[in-house]
């Protein structure tokens, strides 16, 4: 591994198949990869701990598949503010509404873009209504329902 003035790091290829054999399972042992990669258990753990270091990897966390929670609409939802110094407000008052579980600052129409979660489409006009709408600096709302995600996956390496 090899960082740059610029702050980007470099990765080798023993770097890249440690990467892809976790994302594809977290849950990898550290012993079955170092199998798979012909070299030492220490040097697999040493890596992972560069590789962490760097912040190539920012976290190893369980997924969880909401739809069997009972989750299964997800919306994407546009966010519009009365002004752009609003922005610091609502997003602290959107970090109070847990079926919100993306935000992202965008260009374009809308100064927030949400993704949210909720259990049907009574429940995401509820969060709509009485949560969202209720923000003060958001003065108005448009919603995208999800079909179907048939594409969810990370940076393939």
């Known amino acids: 591994m090899r ?12 770097d890249k198949m440690i990467l892809n054999a976790f994302m594809d399972d977290a849950s990898i042992p550290v012993s079955q ?11 697999v ?7 962490e270091t760097s ?14 929670l009972g989750y299964s609409t997800m919306s994407f939802v546009g966010v519009f503010m ?3 110094s609003s922005y610091k ?19 374009g129409n809308y100064g927030i873009f949400l993704k949210i979660l909720c259990r049907d489409n009574l ?9 969202l709408q209720e923000i003060d600096g958001v ?4 919603t995208i329902i999800s079909l179907e995600q048939p594409i969810d996956r990370q940076i393939k390496l």
């Open 139 to 142: 003065t108005r709302t448009e």
């Open 33 to 43: 990869l170092s199998k798979e990669l012909g070299i030492s258990n220490t040097a």
């Open 55 to 68: 912040g190539i990897i920012s976290a190893t966390k369980v997924i969880l598949n909401p739809s069997v």
């Open 89 to 107: 407000l609502v997003i602290n008052a959107l970090e109070k509404i847990p079926e919100v579980v993306e935000a992202h600052f965008t260009t």
């Open 123 to 131: 429940h995401l006009m509820n969060v709509l209504n009485k949560k």
């Open 3 to 14: 960082i740059h003035e610029n702050g980007q790091v470099e990765i080798d290829g023993i």
């Open 82 to 84: 009365d002004k752009p």
């Open 45 to 51: 753990h040493q890596r992972i701990k560069k590789l």
